[in-house]
């Protein structure tokens, strides 16, 4: 039983992978998986799972878990000849991104041993790739010549060599296993054997090139208990081959088809591919593990034809396209929700929307959209224009839109459209600064009372400010009676509190669908320009933390929000206002752990962020706000 190991698997939704983690769980593992592929429903509440691309997986998520072993699974490739796209995909999912995953994972103090799962790729195809047929496989070894004959191979080595250079300097924490993967195959695979057993279902004529050539053929099955039993060894450690060392001709395989399909209708074409020749050596992988592969083709077809049969559909998620509306100039707002997309999907664009054609967010999303106003007239145009465009969900960024978007949420859910905004009385609510102020002190939330009469205000020193709207230019602060009355004449609606001395911070927290504040990040406002926080840092303060979760989660509100707030001499707090919204510096909190958009996007698509936790930085951060430089190259701008 392996109930005291913890695994942490990259690309567990693979086909390796699945057979691996069916293994693991039955052996008691504990096991977190991240994959981009939405996690199978056969794992719900058996394993932390992290959908996304690994990326973008930051050291925090990972040292969360305290993994013993670590298995590189994910990878990309393309079973025929590259293509040309191939370039990037093959550097981004393969090269960076072992990279980025061992970078995490070397600092990881609970590691003790990581498993690459390397290819025979690697090897010199000169000793194996022939112009004519042969009698026999050539037995490949671990000592073999090396040449990388193509992309996915590169790589490979590239992060074989990574791994070596790690080892100098870790050899004493943890052990590295590299396992050279021959020709593998298995259920819902997109393998040549599996290709050919879906078009025999359905009655599709099969070509073949070269069948008398020569592969060792490794079952998914047999690959995922070899990479088990090599993380399980003690002393294992280095580079192993890991196939069957009994390869079979394209053409045996042809013929144990055919047992199934009898009427099977096979073409041979002719290729200038040349014939392959090659056979796992497995004599190290039997000397450090004492097994061999049990699995071989005649014994593990049947299960392939049994699986395509009876398999279920896989679950597609279409991710869709986010609109962020009046997105204005507000450019780190809309790179935070482009780096939350990427997370999840590549495929996902994000648009900015506003009134004004000639705002600068409108040059760094990935389309704009000149939208008409948020009121009621448009919200047929506004649904229509989403559809057409695959908008799948809305971040609402202006108070002015907030109940627009409350009223019409339902509405838009209903099209398959989800608004990261709260219900429209707890949006009204916090949009209105007397009724929030009213509504928090009769829920015994210390907040600053708010008043119309000025009378009704007993203080020596006063904050007058307008009841509805942000209003932070047109704010009054610490003025007598004769300065607050005459300062309220300049305002429409105006209210006034009694001043309070202390330091301003801000509140930024996600509340998930089921009224849970999944994260808090306290900071201060140091330097505050035109009602914003030019400078602001992180504040760790556990007392005040689980204060904030308790009133927040009284405020009924949904998804990213933010609470001003003073912190008194005596360490007391007093509430000033919520924004039931992202805000300009907001971006700090995510810098700190908080992914809001993330988790929406996460919680969108149906999952439960159980498998997302909160994982806050143990640092504190300075955030300085600048502006920056965009520069845009070509003829269309």
Known sequence: MLKNKKFFISGGAGVIGREMIAKLLDQGADIFVGDIKPCPLEWSNKLRYRQGDLNFIEPEEIADFA??????????????????????????????????????????????????????????????????????????????????????????????????????????????????????????????????????????????????????????????????????????????????????????????????????????????????????????????????????????????????????DERIINFGNILVSSASNKAPLLNVVRQAAAKLSPDIKVFAGDLNNSVTTAYIADGFWEMPKTEEANIEIILDWCLKNNIKYIIPSRDGELNFWSNYKAYLLSNNISVMVSDKEATSRCLDKLEFSKYCLSADIPAIPSYENIDACRSDWYVVKERRGAGSLSIGIKLDYIEAKKHALTLSEPIFQPFVEGVEISVDAYIDKNNLVHGVVLRRR????????????????????????????????????????????????????????????????????????????????????????????????????????????????
């Open 526 to 637: 140091d330097q505050v320009v035109d009602g914003e926080s030019r400078i602001t840092t992180t504040i760790n303060n556990e007392k005040i933390e689980k204060m904030f979760l308790l009133i927040i989660k009284k405020l009924g509100l949904f998804g990213h929000v933010i609470l001003q707030a003073l912190v008194d001499k005596n360490n007391d707090v007093h509430v000033i206002e919520c924004n039931c919204r992202f805000g300009g510096a907001s971006t700090l909190s995510v810098k700190a752990g908080l992914y809001s958009f993330y988790w929406f996007l996460i919680e969108s698509i149906g999952q439960d962020l159980k498998s997302y936790p909160f994982i806050k930085s143990k640092k504190q951060i300075k955030q300085v706000r600048i502006p920056k430089d965009v520069y845009i190259y070509g003829p269309d701008f």
């Open 67 to 312: 993994p013993d072993i670590f298995i590189h699974l994910a990878a990309t490739f393309e079973r025929s000849s590259e293509s040309y796209e191939f370039w990037k995909e093959n550097f981004w999912h393969n090269v960076r991104l072992s990279n980025h995953l061992m970078t995490i994972m070397k600092d990881i103090a609970s590691l003790k041993k990581a498993v690459f799962a390397s290819s025979y790729l690697i090897y010199d195809p000169t000793l194996y790739n022939f112009s004519v047929p042969q009698e026999r496989p050539v037995d490949l070894t671990e000592k073999d010549q090396i040449y990388p004959r193509n992309l996915t191979g590169m790589a490979k080595l590239a992060h074989e060599i990574e791994l070596r250079f790690i080892e100098q300097f870790k050899s004493g924490q943890f052990k590295i296993i590299i396992a050279r993967i021959f020709r593998g195959y298995g259920r819902g695979s997109r393998d040549v054997i599996s290709r050919w057993v879906r078009s025999l279902l359905v009655n599709e004529k099969i070509i073949v090139f070269k069948k008398e050539g020569w592969f060792d053929y490794i079952y998914s099955k047999d690959t995922a208990e070899g990479l088990i039993r090599l993380a399980l060894a003690p002393e294992a450690s280095g580079i192993i081959n890991l196939g069957t060392g009994k390869s079979k001709r394209v053409g045996d395989v042809l013929e144990i088809l055919k047992k199934y399909f009898p009427q099977a209708e096979i073409k041979e074409e002719s290729s200038d591919i040349l014939y392959e020749s090659s056979q796992c050596d497995v004599s190290k992988l039997v000397e450090c593990i004492g097994w061999r592969p049990e699995y071989d083709i005649e014994k593990s077809i049947p299960e392939i034809i049994e699986f395509e049969k009876n398999k279920k």
